[in-house]
C-alpha cells in the first residue's frame, strides 16, 4: 500500500468525485479525514471505507468559513501529527445564463468553489513547509478551460483553480510540496445526473471516447498525483474528460 502511514484530508468527501477519491487513498493504506457540510454522509462513507478494511475521521465543516477550516486542520494536526495530502473536491453549481445570474448564485459558487480552497490550503501549507513534504490537489474542470454557457460562475471559480495552482506550485516547490489539478470532463455523479438528456447528449456527442467519465477515473489521477511516482510533477493541470477537450 503505497500510503501507509499517510493522512489524507478530502474535502466535499460525502459523495461523487470526492467520496470515489477518499476510498481510492484509503485502500492505499492512507489514514482519510473527510469533511464536508453533510455529516450523515460522510459518515455513510466512513463505514464503506471501514467496510473495505481502511480507517477515516469525519468532520463536519463549511469549506467557506476560515474558522471551521482552520478548526479542522489543528484537531487533525493534534490527532494524528501530520497531513501529508489535501485533496480541494468541495464544489456546487448554480447555473444560469449569465444575464438571469443573481448575486447570490455568483458567491455562493466562487465561496465553495474558490475560497473554500484558499481557506484549507491556508490552514495546511504551513505544517507542509514545515515538514518539507506535502501533496495538494485542486480539483478543476473541463469547464474552467473551455468554458460552458450558463455556468460563468462555475468557469470562473474552476479557472480560478488553475491560477491559483501554478502560482502556488512555484511558491512551495523548493520544499517539496507539490500543487496539482486534475480537471475532470463530464463524470457522471449526481451533481451531472440531474441535467436534462439534451444537455447529456450534447456533451457526448463531442466526447472522443464516447462515453461518460466515472468517478474512479478521477480518483486514480489523484491517487497518482499524491504518489511518489509523481514527486517531480508540480504545477500541472491532469485532463481527465475522454479527450473531450485537448
Not at 5 to 21: C, H, K, N, P, Y
Not at 92 to 102: C, E, H, S, V, Y
Request: net charge neutral.
Amino acid at each position: 500500500m503505497i500510503f501507509q502511514d499517510r493522512i489524507s484530508l478530502v474535502t466535499g468527501a460525502s459523495q461523487g468525485i470526492g467520496e470515489s477519491i477518499a476510498r481510492e487513498l484509503a485502500r492505499e493504506g492512507a489514514t482519510v479525514i473527510l469533511v464536508d457540510v453533510q455529516k450523515a454522509k460522510l459518515e455513510t462513507v466512513a463505514q464503506t471505507i471501514a467496510a473495505e478494511g481502511g480507517r477515516a475521521d469525519v468532520y463536519e465543516a463549511d469549506v467557506t468559513k476560515s474558522g471551521q477550516a482552520a478548526a479542522v486542520v489543528e484537531a487533525v494536526l493534534k490527532g494524528h501529527g501530520r497531513i501529508d495530502h489535501l485533496i480541494n473536491n468541495a464544489g456546487i453549481t448554480r447555473d444560469n445564463l449569465f444575464i438571469r445570474m443573481k448575486e447570490e448564485e455568483w458567491d455562493a459558487v466562487i465561496g465553495v468553489n474558490l475560497k473554500g480552497v484558499y481557506n484549507f490550503t491556508k490552514a495546511v501549507i504551513r505544517p507542509m513547509i514545515s515538514a518539507r513534504y506535502g501533496r495538494i490537489v485542486n480539483l478543476s474542470s473541463v469547464a474552467g478551460l473551455m468554458g460552458n454557457a450558463g455556468q460563468t460562475n462555475y468557469a470562473a471559480s474552476k479557472a480560478g483553480l488553475i491560477g491559483f495552482t501554478k502560482s502556488l506550485a512555484r511558491e512551495t516547490a523548493s520544499r517539496n510540496v507539490t500543487v496539482n489539478c486534475v480537471a475532470p470532463g463530464y463524470i457522471a455523479t449526481p451533481m451531472t445526473t440531474n441535467l436534462p438528456e439534451t444537455v447529456k447528449k450534447m456533451f457526448l456527442d463531442i466526447i472522443p471516447m464516447g462515453r461518460f467519465g466515472e468517478p474512479a477515473d478521477v480518483a486514480r489521477a489523484v491517487r497518482f498525483l499524491c504518489s511518489d511516482d509523481a514527486a517531480y510533477i508540480t504545477g500541472q493541470i491532469i485532463n481527465v474528460n475522454g479527450g473531450m477537450y485537448m
